[in-house]
């Protein structure tokens, strides 16, 4: 009896003991390392244990599958983009313990790896399978949540095993419609962004259709401003959070989320430098839209401290008496800006500062067998207007950071906006030392030391100066460099840093660079790559008023170098969207061209791919059109590789053929005005692509027949990229505005020059359509001014208003009154309601003009 109780406490010992190597019981949120070991080796993983997780509550589950960009084997990439840092930064509120296993296919298809049936997603079952083993999870609420090539697996994954799922997330994917049927009885969720340029939106609507004509339960959102990158639609919306826990029951509006998230971007690791990429040039007139959003944007303590005592002598009744104020603070409100160039490398700040309050904490009065002391004074200034401090400073570049140096201050205080108050717990001794002498003497005397309190004000001015110094941290500029990115994959992430800074009477100029963070998966460190690339200076930026942005193409050759040295500047031919691109892996056409292949077995497999091998070059072109911006896109360098793999080798592809391919190709930059409020920025292709080659087997391939028709590989290349070419830009990015205080800037022209592409920004007018058939009469006013008016818009015609500001509008009639805040940039339209009634205004539809 006494071994049959020690043998079940070891053997219950022992399941402790495995227990907790395997399952951490945890309170607080974290990721947890893991690795699946099989017969392939040891592959990791991370698990994303929810805040409050315990081993004896089963919690719901998701497994994610992310995209192309982090595939490897270091397991820490799945959890930098997409769902990972959006459950981080839920924190206790996220309930979810989320899988996160990694696609280690660096050389297959982008799309394919987490297909059905694909190492990669039969091995991400098996991690679900051995999570659910060593963690709680509630069988019941399994969701199949992926994005871009993880949607791709969402939608093959979920057909493949319905029953694993209690509901499926497709994000930026698509897949074989044919197959979705099985998907009839899970609850399906489905996002896409119109602007996706990487996944056509078409891919996301075949699957909704096909699964709807199945009688599936399915439900698609599409963002029609969005691009690839939907996560702060999808994983920052508390909808969908509360749909995965409940699928069962219809998807919820989206809405938004209860509170801002703070998403952590993926580390940035910089590998490459690139002087004058960047131009900026801050005119005067945007300078003073960005002057509004200033006061919203500096600290709120900027204007308040605390000063030195401050001393002082007098004389009374034949008396000296010596003086000290003492603990003295401030304080005040920043409500208005301007800033304006003044030129000789000069800028002038003028800081509309408003109910300062200056409290002395105590007041001494000594003297010789007289004395007096106080309780707090209180000075205010600006309490009926603002007040201004005009700051002038240089503005420099140091150490990359744009830097303000004080040059002189001057601070001016009208009598009618400064009050001094009686003190407060007056206290004397001597023989005439009345109480209302010292509150009078020290009253009149604040009243008549204006000037001090001036300079006292005028001295903290190279304070305030090194607080808006802090401020000067340039935002991403990622967009910006996106729309001039010419291949569908691997965006750059990348920072800016001033180099250089002047003024103007009319502005001011600045030339920054840009550092790229590397491919490399984390834990490598990388190839650090310097490039200066002939672009942007500041004799190349305009010198207008208005805000301008310059950018020069050059760029994209060393960021392409980037792509060559991280190995991933390679496609397969069958994931580039011009399907004619697939004729160079079909068995018939490779045999045009490379006859030997008709000795192979009709099983035996090809893969072609197209690899960028040198950089890729942007240059200036030539063009008789002048609404657009000639440039020559060259590729010197881009291997077409054919390699085969036998019947039932799943694993060994034998290179066996390289064209070694030269191109270039017309590109004109356009800017496009699709409509009153959108922009988007356009890299059309010319017509008659430039193609030169060479071609030969590869090394240790021994062909029976070596002859290589070039001419007929060069001509089904060539026109492949004709129809590529032919279907649509290079490039088409929409250019959001750039909004200051909720005024916002909008892209109005593109222009070039030496290679240096600019676009000017301004301020957009607010437009009014007359679209009924009656006189529309309304009036307007901005947000201080008095009702103007009434006006008359005939049907069918616009009136537009330049205005840096809301404008209200009002229309009268019908017995009642109609009364809109109208936004600056917006587009209306007065039109008969779908319904039916009186006709009224509405935002305008997304229609060209």
Request: hydrophobic letters at 40%.
């Amino acid at each position: 009896m006494g071994r049959s109780w020690l043998g079940c406490g070891l053997g219950y010992l022992a399941g402790l003991l495995i227990w907790s190597a395997t399952v951490p019981v945890v309170f607080a949120q974290q990721f947890v390392e893991r690795v699946f070991r099989d017969s392939e080796g040891e592959h990791k993983y991370q698990v994303f244990v929810p805040a409050g997780y315990s081993p004896n509550r089963p919690v719901p589950t998701i497994l994610f599958l992310h995209g192309a960009g982090e595939r490897g084997r270091d397991g820490v990439l799945p959890t930098q983009v997409g769902l990972g840092p959006y459950a981080k930064a839920r924190g206790a509120s996220f309930p979810f313990l989320t899988v996160f296993p990694q696609a280690e296919d660096m050389d297959g298809r982008l799309l394919t790896p987490w297909t059905a049936g694909q190492p990669d997603a039969e091995r991400a079952l098996k991690i679900l399978s051995e999570v659910q083993q060593n963690f709680a999870v509630d069988s019941r609420r399994v969701v199949l949540v992926g994005w871009s090539m993880g949607g791709y697996g969402a939608w093959s994954l979920g057909a493949a095993h319905p029953e694993k799922w209690s509901a499926v997330v497709a994000i930026s994917g698509g897949g074989n419609p044919s197959e979705v049927a099985s998907l009839k009885q899970t609850p399906v969720w489905a996002f896409h962004g119109a602007q996706d340029r990487l996944v056509p939106v078409e891919r996301s609507r075949e699957m909704v259709a096909a699964l709807r004509s199945a009688d599936g339960r399915v439900a698609y959102n599409e963002f029609p401003k969005a691009g690839h990158d939907i996560f702060a639609e999808t994983f920052g919306n508390d909808g969908l959070i509360a749909w995965m826990l409940d699928p069962q029951r219809a998807p919820a509006e989206l809405s938004k989320t209860s509170r801002p998230l703070k998403v952590e971007p993926p580390p940035f690791v910089p590998a490459l430098d690139m002087p004058q990429a960047l131009g900026l040039r801050l005119g005067n007139d945007a300078l003073a839209i960005l002057s509004r959003a200033i006061p919203q944007m500096v600290p709120p303590n900027m204007l308040s401290g605390r000063l030195n005592d401050m001393y002082d002598s007098t004389q009374a009744q034949g008396r000296s008496f010596s003086v000290q104020f003492s603990g003295i603070s401030y304080s005040g409100a920043l409500e208005q800006v301007q800033i304006q160039a003044s030129g000789n490398d000069r800028v002038l700040l003028f800081l509309g500062v408003r109910n300062v309050t200056l409290a002395i904490g105590g007041t001494y009065i000594n003297g010789a067998r007289h004395s007096a002391a106080t309780g707090p004074i209180y000075i205010g200034i600006g309490h009926n207007q603002p007040v201004w401090l005009v700051i002038e400073v240089a503005p420099y570049v140091e150490n990359r950071r744009l830097r303000l140096r004080h040059i002189r201050s001057r601070f001016t205080i009208p009598p009618e906006s400064y009050y001094v108050t009686q003190p407060a717990g007056v206290s004397v001794q001597g023989l005439g030392m009345t109480r209302e002498r010292v509150v009078s003497s020290l009253v009149s005397g604040l009243y008549g030391a204006r000037y001090r309190v001036e300079n006292e004000v005028t001295a903290i001015a190279p304070n305030i100066v090194r607080q808006m110094e802090e401020q000067l941290v340039f935002t991403d500029p990622s967009p910006i460099v996106a729309g001039f990115w010419p291949l569908p994959v691997y965006q750059l992430r990348v920072r800016a840093y001033p180099e250089a800074v002047s003024s103007d009477a009319h502005g001011i100029s600045l030339v920054l660079g840009l550092t790229a963070s590397a491919f490399v998966p984390a834990g490598q460190p990388p190839r650090q790559v310097q490039s200066t690339p002939a672009g942007v200076t500041l004799t190349k930026l305009p010198t207008g008023t208005s805000l301008d942005v310059a950018l020069s193409p050059t760029v994209l050759s060393p960021m392409s170098d980037l792509l060559i040295d991280a190995g991933v500047a390679r496609i397969n031919v069958l994931d580039i969207p011009e399907p004619s691109f697939a004729r160079l892996s079909d068995r018939a056409v490779v045999t045009e061209f490379l006859p030997d292949r008709e000795r192979f077995s009709p099983d035996t497999e090809v893969r072609t791919e197209l690899v960028l091998t040198r950089p890729i070059v942007i240059e200036p072109g030539e063009s008789s059109n002048a609404s657009e911006v000639p440039l020559a896109f060259r590729l010197p360098g881009v291997t077409i590789a054919v390699s085969i793999r036998e019947p039932g080798d799943q694993t060994r592809w034998q290179p066996y053929a390289r064209f070694h391919v030269q191109l270039e190709n017309q590109v004109s930059a356009a800017l496009h005005k699709p409509s009153h409020e959108r922009r988007v920025l356009a890299l059309d292709w010319g017509s008659g692509a430039r193609v030169t080659g060479t071609a030969s087997f590869a090394e240790g391939v021994s062909p029976v027949k070596d002859a290589i028709d070039l001419e007929r590989f060069l001509t089904v290349f060539r026109e492949s990229w004709d129809r590529w070419t032919a279907s649509g830009p290079a490039v088409s990015t929409s250019v959001p505005d750039l909004e200051f205080a909720g005024t916002p800037l909008r892209a109005q022209t593109l222009t070039g020059d030496a290679g240096v592409l600019s676009a000017t920004f301004s301020l957009p007018t607010i437009k009014l359509t007359n679209l009924s058939d009656e006189d529309f009469v309304y009036e307007t006013r901005g947000p201080t001014t008095a009702w103007g008016g009434p006006y008359t818009l005939r049907p069918g015609s616009s009136q537009e208003y330049s205005v840096p500001y809301p404008m209200i509008y009002r229309r009268r009639g019908d017995g009642r009154a109609e009364e809109y805040t109208l936004d600056p940039g917006t587009h209306s339209e007065f039109r008969t309601p779908l319904r039916g009634g009186p006709p009224q205004l509405f935002t305008a539809r997304e229609t060209a003009d």
